[in-house]
T-cell receptor, first 113, second 113 residues
Framework: DGGITQSPKYLFRKEGQNVTLSCEQN?????MYWYRQDPGQGLRLIYY???????QKGDIAEGYSVSREKKESFPLTVTSAQKNPTAFYLC????????????FGNGTRLTVT | AQSVTQPDIHITVSEGASLELRCNYS??????LFWYVQSPGQGLQLLLK??????LVQGIKGFEAEFKRSQSSFNLRKPSVHWSDAAEYFC???????????FGTGTRLLVSP
């Protein structure tokens, strides 16, 4: 079955460390996205990518970085510059950039202490 | 800026009763509209989507939503709620020609016996 795989489901890090969240899709989708979810704030867009080797900042990109070297992969790095990194992170993909719905992975919960 | 408002943070409905979750969007033209559902600790699942045409759209799990341009609304409805419908529901909109999907802050549905 096609889908989006995020790993790991739970991640713990010490403050000051960078951490990379994995996102892989086998849906052959061109566009991929990273969202951050905090209680009461809905989902906020961190980065998105329409095609390989290209990506755009979303609404809250500070303290994050991404790469898109392969169509199926869109890893997110949470750097030590992110002031409040503890959150639930969701990866998504879509067929194109117009009216296609997003398909979501099951998320990674990152806890930084 | 484009925005989506879900005015109800929590709603409690008795099992078997009808449900309506409110969603209002702000955009001049007709956006693409979506409803997603999220179970705790999981990703989001698409319930239904509206692009154009018939203003009443049917989705999965017995849900439907009605687009009302005059009210800038896209409310989600279900005639008879089941205990398994307890989850968080997100309304989202996307402008034509853009990739960003803007989410509301969500409505948590509680189902009482």
């Amino acid at each position: 079955d096609g889908g989006i795989t995020q790993s790991p489901k739970y991640l713990f890090r010490k403050e000051g460390q960078n951490v990379t969240l994995s996102c892989e899709q086998n849906l052959n989708h061109d566009a991929m996205y990273w969202y951050r979810q905090d209680p009461g704030q809905g989902l906020r867009l961190i980065y998105y990518s329409q095609i390989v080797n290209d990506f755009q900042k979303g609404d809250i990109a500070e303290g994050y970085s991404v790469s898109r070297e392969k169509k199926e992969s869109f890893p997110l790095t949470v750097t030590s510059a992110q002031k409040n990194p503890t959150a639930f992170y969701l990866c998504a993909s879509s067929r194109d950039s117009s009216n296609s719905p997003l398909h979501f992975g099951n998320g990674t919960r990152l806890t930084v202490t | 800026a484009q925005s989506v408002t879900q005015p109800d943070i929590h709603i409690t409905v008795s099992e078997g009763a009808s449900l309506e979750l409110r969603c209002n969007y702000s955009y001049g033209a007709t956006p693409y509209l979506f409803w997603y559902v999220q179970s705790p600790g999981q990703g989001l699942q698409l319930l239904l989507k509206y692009f154009s045409g018939d203003t009443l759209v049917q989705g999965i799990k017995g849900f439907e939503a009605e687009f009302k341009r005059s009210q800038s609304s896209f409310n989600l409805r279900k005639p008879s709620v089941h205990w398994s419908d307890a989850a968080e529901y997100f309304c989202a909109s996307r402008n034509t020609g853009f990739q960003k999907l803007v989410f509301g802050t969500g409505t948590r549905l509680l189902v009482s016996p």
